[in-house]
């Protein structure tokens, strides 16, 4: 079995950030992304706008462990936070009144991980 070493510091300096955060507060949520992560970025999620909408309550707070995409549209005003996103989902995500952030930036503000659901 091949072992695939992450190349990338910022994604490497996540992940062990994640399991760390996950450690210290016995949150599980956080383990789970830094493993999704830790994957090849080929199997990464790809999580476009329409599904969030479909799936998402109003003011739910979703992390998406790989790139949110802006195929549809959304109604809801979610707060998103995903590794990275596109320039078309990122405007279309604030014009509906949601926010996007980083994965870290989630993990900081919300620690224990409540009220947080994975997509993708």
């Not at 790139?67 to 549809?72: N, Q």
């Amino acid at each position: 079995m091949k072992i695939n070493k992450k190349t990338n510091p910022n994604t490497t300096s996540l992940i062990l950030e994640l399991k760390k955060v996950s450690r210290d507060n016995d949150a599980a949520i956080w383990r789970d992304i830094a493993r999704r992560l830790e994957k090849p970025s080929s199997r990464w999620s790809e999580v476009n706008l329409s599904e969030i909408d479909r799936h998402a309550k109003d003011k739910d707070t979703i992390v998406i462990p790989g790139k949110l995409l802006g195929s549809g549209n959304i109604t809801k005003a979610v707060n998103v936070a995903a590794f990275r996103a596109s320039e078309s989902a990122k405007k279309k995500l604030e014009s509906a009144g949601g926010k996007l952030m980083k994965i870290e930036e989630l993990a900081a503000s919300n620690p224990k991980g409540s009220g947080v659901r994975i997509m993708g």
